[in-house]
């Protein structure tokens, strides 16, 4: 049985750093597309970061390149994602998400966690 838990998630300050991490039990990470989305009261669930088994360029949403970084951990089997210069925009749930890879880039994803809440005041 798959199982992801997310971690990390918090309370900060504008321009404060968070790192989230993806624990997944049942999945190897290099064997699946990973990715976290977030959602935010009144707004649909987005795509934040993605990294694909098929293609090696990473996925990052235009509103978070440069502040956001996805990087996983073959040997750990996580997965994570690394915030910084965090606004109050970026307050949501954040879920980590692992499949293959159309279904993830789609947002149709089998596995996914229970979310971590990231508040940005």
């Known amino acids: 049985q798959v199982q992801l838990v997310e971690s990390g998630g918090g309370s900060v300050q504008t321009g404060g750093s968070l790192r989230l991490s993806c624990a997944p039990s049942?999945?190897?990470?290099?064997?699946?597309?990973m990715a976290w989305f977030r959602q935010s009261p009144g707004k649909e669930r987005e795509g934040v970061a993605a990294?694909?088994?098929?293609?090696?360029?990473?996925f990052y949403l235009d509103s978070v390149k440069g502040r956001f970084t996805i990087s996983q951990e073959n040997a750990k089997s996580m997965m994570y994602l690394q915030m910084n210069s965090l606004t109050p925009e970026d307050t949501a749930v954040y879920y980590c998400?692992?499949?293959?890879?159309?279904?993830?880039?789609?947002?149709?994803?089998?596995?996914w966690g229970q979310g971590t809440q990231v508040t940005v005041s």
């Open positions: 049942g999945l190897s990470v290099s064997d699946f597309s």
């Open positions: 998400a692992a499949d293959q890879c159309q279904r993830v880039a789609s947002g149709t994803s089998r596995y």
């Open positions: 990294i694909y088994t098929c293609t090696s360029t990473p």
